[in-house]
């Protein structure tokens, strides 16, 4: 292996793993319950940090901490004005400066979280407010602060014994497999600013948690660049390709997208477009589609920049390249091949039946 190989791999390795808990601790923790002002539910602030008994403390830190460990990508605080004006930016600096401001600070915290729900479809929920300790980031041992939002409550059963009888009734409770959302504020800052890492496991209102209650924006990395581009391909891919040409384009353009990033350690976009289009009007197609993408994401995406390989095998496996049909029948296309759909399936209509059809040539099944 070479020395620049070497390097390249290093790199990567920690692009895949962006934290480390393995020293972590769980210094304060406190939950209060958020309401929705557009529905009038209220909220409620607990006075006390929670204290663990030993089997909660070692369920809770990992529940915590596992949406982040395989984070490709970082934020930073972000302000139309002035940064030192975001909320969470000045309220997560007060509990890293100040021991005694952590119980009144996060309920600050909770009262902007309430402020951003302006509609119907933003939940109310539990929220956990973390400081915690040991967070290994890049090599630096650091704090960190966590905010999280429990949106949906799960059904279990609770057993309990009454007059020599053992019964069970349902109840409702936090599932310990996923946090709805949550944010880590790494006490580190680089030239961009504080260091910042989130999740979102329910889409419906990412917009709520990022853009109005964070307001944090991608780092200007790498990795960024590599996601809002992929995330370019595949809208347009969805919106356009599919829409006008079917399934199978769709899905081709979409294999042939990443198997350039795979082939490409910097992406340019003539060379992208050069590449995968055939006919001019389809990359006057896609011109057109990347302005009205950055105007609607509010972003500019740079027409060369370096791939972050671990952000394209992130996203590959995001992405389904299936053709469903209304007959019950699905053809799944494997990504790693884009040429195996152009040179292997065939797409036409049958007038005496009036339906489309797919013509599939093999040599041998698996």
């Not at 990992?62 to 969470?88: K, T």
């Not at 949106?151 to 053992?166: G, P």
């Not at 040409?245 to 990443?258: D, P, S, V």
């Not at 590449?275 to 990347?290: G, M, N, Q, R, W």
């Amino acid at each position: 292996m070479s020395f620049y190989t070497e390097m390249i791999s290093i790199v990567v390795s920690i692009f895949q793993i962006m934290i480390s808990r393995r020293n972590a601790s769980i210094a304060k923790c406190i939950l209060h319950k958020v309401g929705n002002k557009f529905n009038s539910t209220k909220n409620a602030f607990s006075e006390n940090e929670i204290h663990f008994d030993e089997a909660s403390y070692d369920l809770m830190l990992p529940f915590l901490l596992r949406p982040f460990g395989s984070a490709v990508q970082s934020y930073r605080f972000n302000h139309h004005a002035d940064i030192s004006l975001n909320e969470i930016n000045t309220y997560s600096s007060q509990i890293f400066t100040d021991d005694d401001a952590f119980i009144e600070t996060s309920k600050h915290i909770v009262k902007h979280l309430f402020e951003q729900s302006n509609s119907a479809q933003i939940k109310t929920g539990d929220v956990l407010v973390v400081l915690f300790e040991g967070i290994e980031f890049n090599e630096i041992t650091t704090n960190a602060l966590g905010i999280f939002k429990i949106e949906n409550k799960v059904n279990f059963f609770q057993t309990y014994l009454e007059n020599n009888s053992y019964d069970v009734v349902v109840q409702k409770g936090i599932s310990s497999k996923k946090v709805d959302k949550g944010c880590l504020i790494l006490n580190q800052s680089d030239t961009e600013g504080r260091i910042i890492l989130s999740a979102d496991n329910n889409n419906y209102d990412a917009h709520y948690w990022t853009n109005h209650f964070l307001n944090i924006k991608y780092a200007d990395d790498a990795n960024s660049h590599t996601q809002q581009y992929i995330a370019l391909c595949k809208d347009f891919s969805e919106e356009v390709l599919k829409t006008s040409y079917g399934n199978q384009e769709q899905n081709n353009f979409l294999a042939k997208t990443i198997d350039f990033f795979k082939d490409h350690e910097t992406v340019n976009i003539e060379t992208f477009k050069d590449e995968i289009f055939e006919e001019d009007k389809h990359k006057t197609l896609f011109d057109d589609y990347k302005k009205s993408f950055e105007s609607d994401m509010d972003i500019v995406i740079r027409n060369q920049f370096d791939v972050a390989e671990a952000v394209v095998k992130k996203e590959k496996k995001k992405i389904k390249t299936e053709i469903k049909l209304d007959t019950n029948i699905q053809i799944k296309l494997d990504i790693d091949a884009p040429e195996a759909s152009s040179e292997y399936l065939e797409r036409g209509y049958d007038e005496e039946k009036k339906m489309h059809y797919y013509k599939v040539f093999f040599n041998a099944e698996g």
